[in-house]
């Protein structure tokens, strides 16, 4: 077997990949060193770890994703449709640790640049197809889902990466194949598959494009107005609310915040302006639409995880729109053309000092462990398999071997309370378990069995006999 490898390598049938691998292994690694420092320092940036961990663990028993972060019962297939991670359930079953996702989302992360890279090098040679392959694997988009840690659209990069790289080769059916999955990652993806198949059937000239916007379509409807609405407690598609075309039409000027302004200017840049040229550009409208419809301005700018899909369209684009301006008439457009994988990869360094990464220059001014003793000894005293109520500081280490609630829901009596005054995102007056105790559970007692650094730990206290 050594000895074929040998051979490949000689043939150069394996040189091709070398540097795209290079590119993958490359962003992989130092987004995994980013996420174990900021593991390390018991950083939470939400409860969204912690929910997709209780999901994982889910599947590793091979049982219905009822994460109880989200509520008592609450079956997160009602929430988002994300069927496809299903797959996260054998790895967590292997190494059935919260951590697991965040390394997941780095590989996959890593798949994707490769993907991208390697289109790149084809279209642009080694070298700046590799300087722009580290440019989309470190965009700031992608950047900002690492340090949000995990989320469903950690399988989407890879899968849109692998499906425009095949556009970009005209390879229809692996372009089609890629893209098909991408139903099951996130219900409004649908659209974003539904778009690319117009592009791909306007491209190809084949039915194969009509047929992935049938697809794209069809899964968008399914889920969000009969898979959804079976699923989600209240009956309905949970996000459906924050989108009011009236008030919109009414008051247009609403669309217009500087946080979309932001968004949009990023994106230009990160594509090189070139990527306008391409029809690929269009497959970015339907994630940009709900986030700039909705009345959620968490949604609008360019930071969080909402942005990460955007990055394999843009850079695509980016290389199809320079591919188009060798082809132009307009001298000045080829000329254009000759220098924009320059523009992104010179955009990409100049933002490279203000984005998550940055921070590996300084580990012991950003991954503070000056808490790390005191959260481990709070850990240690909550038993296997309890019952806890927790806010969002140390939810995370907790999904693994006890069974969660979030302290922001109705929930069953806990056995612990674990709290953290610091950065659990506790309201100012909740200022010790007792009172937490009281408000969440009148005329239950607590005792409170750990406090320091921050940390609270209340176990539920015995009744008087």
Request: with cysteine; aromatic share 12%; glycine share 10%.
């Amino acid at each position: 077997m050594s000895g074929f490898r040998v051979e490949l390598f000689r043939s150069g049938a394996l040189r091709p990949f070398l540097l795209p691998a290079g590119v993958g292994l490359v962003s992989t690694a130092l987004y995994t060193v980013f996420s174990a420092l900021q593991w390390r320092s018991f950083a939470a940036p939400s409860w969204d770890l912690g929910i997709f961990a209780q999901l994982a663990r889910q599947y590793a028993a091979l049982e219905t994703p009822i994460v109880t972060i989200k509520g008592d019962g609450f079956n997160l297939l009602g929430d988002h449709f994300h069927p496809l991670l299903v797959l996260l359930g054998p790895i967590f079953a292997i190494f059935p640790h919260a951590f697991t996702l965040l390394v997941v989302q780095n590989a996959l992360f890593g798949l994707a640049a490769a993907a991208l890279s390697y289109g790149a090098i084809r279209l642009l040679g080694p070298m700046t197809g590799t300087l722009f392959g580290l440019a989309f694997a470190f965009s700031w988009g992608l950047q900002g889902a690492v340090e949000a840690q995990f989320h469903e659209i950690a399988f989407a990069v890879p899968l849109l990466a692998l499906s425009l790289t095949a556009f970009l080769g005209r390879k229809w059916a692996a372009c089609l194949l890629w893209a098909m999955p991408l139903v099951f990652v996130k219900e409004d993806l649908g659209l974003t598959v539904a778009a690319m198949g117009i592009v791909l059937a306007v491209r190809s000239r084949h039915p194969l494009g009509v047929w992935l916007a049938v697809w794209g379509v069809g899964w968008f409807a399914l889920a969000s107005l009969v898979i959804l609405p079976l699923l989600n407690p209240n009956g309905a598609w949970a996000y459906s609310s924050s989108i009011d075309l009236v008030k919109i039409l009414g008051d247009p000027a609403t669309l217009f915040q500087p946080q979309k302004g932001v968004t949009l200017a990023l994106l230009l840049v990160a594509g090189g302006v070139i990527a306008v040229r391409s029809p690929l550009a269009l497959v970015l409208l339907p994630t940009l639409a709900w986030r700039f419809l909705s009345d959620n301005s968490g949604y609008w700018g360019p930071t969080w995880q909402y942005s990460a899909v955007l990055m394999p369209i843009v850079f695509a684009a980016a290389l199809d729109g320079i591919a188009l301006a060798r082809t132009s008439r307009r001298r000045w457009l080829r000329g254009f053309g000759r220098q924009a994988a320059s523009v992104s990869i010179v955009a990409a360094l100049v933002l490279g000092t203000t984005l998550p990464v940055f921070k590996l220059t300084d580990v012991a001014g950003n991954f503070s462990t000056d808490r790390a003793i005191a959260a481990t000894a709070a850990l240690r005293i909550v038993p296997d398999g309890a019952r806890v109520e927790s806010d969002i500081g140390l939810m995370n280490y907790l999904v693994e071997r006890t069974d969660v609630f979030w302290l922001g829901n109705q929930n069953p009596l806990p056995d612990y309370l674990v709290i953290d005054h610091v950065a659990g995102g506790l309201p100012a007056e909740w200022t010790s378990a007792q009172v937490v105790g009281a408000a969440l559970h009148p005329g239950v007692a607590f005792t409170t069995i750990y406090s320091a650094g921050g940390y609270e730990v209340a176990r539920l206290a015995a009744p008087t006999p």
